[in-house]
Nanobody
């Protein structure tokens, strides 16, 4: 069993900052790519940050320069630092990881349960 646990969501004013964390636990051998999606009300889930095992990152234009993804491989954790938050960033944020599980010996994508981020004055 592999489990991703998210933390760090909440309510913040426009212009503020939040830091999300997502820790992987369970029986696995390796973690490859990690990242974050979000789902805004009435919209499809969208990729907002991605980081490879070597540390290469990707961001879409909507968050480029405001959001920063990082990872701590020793703690199997991925982070998302969000600055200059806007009302349009209000969404449920989901982390994901591409993990080699011990059971079955296969690579699979695993998802966190989601954490609500609300940007409002």
């Amino acid at each position: 069993q592999v489990h991703l646990a998210e933390s760090g969501g909440g309510l913040v004013q426009p212009g503020g900052s939040l830091r999300l964390s997502c820790a992987a636990s369970g029986s696995f051998s390796s973690i490859n790519n990690m990242g974050w999606y979000r789902q805004r009300p009435g919209r499809q889930r969208e990729l907002i940050a991605h980081i490879t095992s070597s540390g290469s990152t990707y961001y879409p234009g909507s968050v480029q320069g405001r959001f920063t993804i990082s990872r701590d491989n020793a703690k199997n954790t991925v982070f998302l630092e969000m600055n200059s938050l806007e009302v349009a960033d209000t969404a449920v944020y989901y982390c994901y990881s591409h993990i080699l599980a011990v059971a079955g010996g296969r690579w699979n994508d695993y998802w966190g349960q989601g954490t609500q981020v609300t940007v409002s004055s």
